[in-house]
């Protein structure tokens, strides 16, 4: 309201408050309770989209073998690997960072990343990428990029930024609360006011039921539902490795 910007935010508040003020204390609590398991059940559902879209971080491994000065191998810390450094990956391994091959010749499974169904053939001076599995033979390649840096990484990175932009039927919803919103309460004032100045009606009387309109025609469910069902559409989708950038393309598909 400080911004005039009447939400449900506001008409909650003022119908809690106006509860209180009239002694109807079961019917503000009962209110505020709802309202905040309403708030709860959308943070939650954001919270699994958020982590099931970084999981996917979990398809590179947390080590690499790493060729030292010396000749020999050691298995270090994937995001400690600097650039340039020559790592080996036998069959069945993940690849840890991006990178070109060196040696060796191998065919890898790319669908985590480019959604190829068929293993790519790679050998020297192809590129691999984390979080894509090796599946024949071994291989030798040269790191080109950090952890934080792969291309999965940036795919995620992309896609989380992506969830910013607002779907059509989120635009839309938003557009509509704007105006359904100051309406209600527009309407709830004249219920509480005209009654009693018009017909001498009892002020009390007509404030609950003004009240009461505030809090059923608020339009909580239909301003949460649009952005959860995106967010929990998105995170399905990312549970089995399919990424998509926002609710737009959700919709649109």
């Known amino acids: 309201m400080r911004n005039g910007n009447l939400n449900i935010n506001a008409l909650m508040s003022i119908a809690v408050t106006g509860a209180m003020l009239i002694g109807h204390w079961p019917e503000a609590a009962m209110v505020m309770v709802l309202f905040a398991l ?17 999981g996917l971080m979990d398809l590179a491994p947390d080590t690499a073998t790493v060729r030292q000065r010396d000749g020999t191998w050691l298995e270090m810390q994937a995001k400690a690997v600097p650039l340039g450094s020559v790592v080996r990956l036998r069959p069945g ?28 053939e790679k050998q020297e001076g192809d ?19 950090e952890a934080s840096h792969s291309t999965l990484a940036r ?27 100051p309406t209600v309460f527009a309407i709830a004032l004249l219920v509480a006011v005209v009654p009693p100045l018009a017909v001498g009606a009892a002020w009390l ?5 003004a009240l009461v309109l505030l ?16 967010v929990s559409g998105l995170a399905a989708a990312a549970r089995k490795g399919i990424l998509m950038k926002g609710g737009v393309y959700l919709e649109e598909g």
């Open 127 to 145: 590129n691999v990428f984390a979080g894509t599995i090796n599946e024949t033979g071994s291989l030798e390649y040269q790191v080109t990029a």
């Open 155 to 181: 795919i995620i990175h992309v896609v989380e930024s992506a969830q910013g932009s607002r779907a059509p039927t989120q635009r839309f919803v938003d557009q509509f609360a704007r105006v359904y919103t």
């Open 215 to 230: 809090v059923i025609a608020c339009p909580c469910a239909l301003v949460i539902s649009t952005p959860v069902t995106i």
């Open 38 to 54: 309403a708030e709860v059940i959308e943070a939650k559902s954001l919270d699994r989209a958020r982590h099931a879209i970084r």
């Open 93 to 120: 391994q993940r690849v840890a960072l991006d990178g070109v091959v060196l040696g060796g010749r191998s065919a890898v499974n790319q669908a985590p990343i480019t959604g190829e169904s068929l293993p790519v």
């Open 205 to 209: 009387d007509w404030v609950y039921k």
